[in-house]
Antibody
Framework: QVQLQESGPGLVKPSETLSLTCTVS????????WGWIRQPPGKGLEWIGY???????SYNPSLKSRVTISLDTSKIQFSLRLTSVTAADTAVYYC????????????WGQGTLVTVSS | QSALTQPASVSGSPGQSITISCTGT?????????VSWYQQHPGKAPKVMIY???NRPSGVSNRFSGSKSGNTASLTISGLQAEDEADYYC??????????FGTGTTVTVL
């Protein structure tokens, strides 16, 4: 049974960089996409982007200039970097697994709240 | 990219059927059979209920079904049960190679 677990700081200062890591246990990197989705408190889901097991990426156009998703196949981890954060980036961040060639986001981490505040 | 449009709330009595709509454009919902639906209970991570318009993952009740017509996808819950009370989100692949979520629908079991 594959499990995903997010880790990283729960508090980030405005204008700094948000960095999160997702550790995959009980499964392999391929043939999946690995992504991030966020949810501001009390609001809906927002797709951030994903990276394929081959390293190709796709990002939400509204975040593209600030987002990088990377994959460490040796550690079976993937990461999110979001630069120049503001209070609007305060959200629960979920890491997800996507079955390649489908719209099946079949496995989700429990989510981690990141607050942007000085 | 604009969020897909869902009704803010839908309600029904136990045993009834309800349908949640998810309206997009020809550049997302209408252009691809890559629409999926997620159930989210308070404080929990979302769970996939339907993927690729109408496919149901193993372990998901057959009371949940999905369909699409034109630019609108739909999720139907039949035989509504108390445990179905949750938020539901659709998502679709887009012509930009990205995904976009719906605005979300709160389902209330009366």
């Amino acid at each position: 049974q594959v499990q995903l677990q997010e880790s990283g700081p729960g508090l980030v200062k405005p204008s700094e960089t948000l960095s999160l890591t997702c550790t995959v246990s009980g499964g392999s990197i391929s043939p999946y996409h690995w992504g991030w989705i966020r949810q501001p408190p009390g609001k809906g889901l927002e797709w951030i982007g994903y990276i394929s097991y081959g390293g190709g990426t796709s990002y939400n156009p509204s975040l593209k200039s600030r987002v990088t998703i990377s994959l460490d196949t040796s550690k079976i981890q993937f990461s999110l970097r979001l630069t120049s954060v503001t209070a609007a980036d305060t959200a629960v961040y979920y890491c997800v697994r996507v079955v390649t060639g489908t719209s099946n986001y079949d496995c989700w981490g429990q989510g981690t709240l990141v607050t942007v505040s000085s | 990219q604009s969020a897909l449009t869902q009704p803010a709330s839908v309600s029904g009595s136990p045993g009834q059927s309800i349908t949640i709509s998810c309206t997009g454009t020809s550049s997302d919902v209408g252009g691809y059979n890559y629409v999926s639906w997620y159930q989210q209970h308070p404080g929990k991570a979302p769970k996939v209920m339907i993927y690729d318009v109408s496919n149901r993952p193993s372990g998901v009740s057959n009371r949940f079904s999905g369909s699409k017509s034109g630019n609108t996808a739909s999720l139907t819950i039949s035989g509504l049960q108390a445990e179905d009370e949750a938020d539901y989100y659709c998502t679709s692949y887009t012509s930009s190679g990205t995904y976009v979520f719906g605005t979300g629908t709160t389902v209330t079991v009366l």
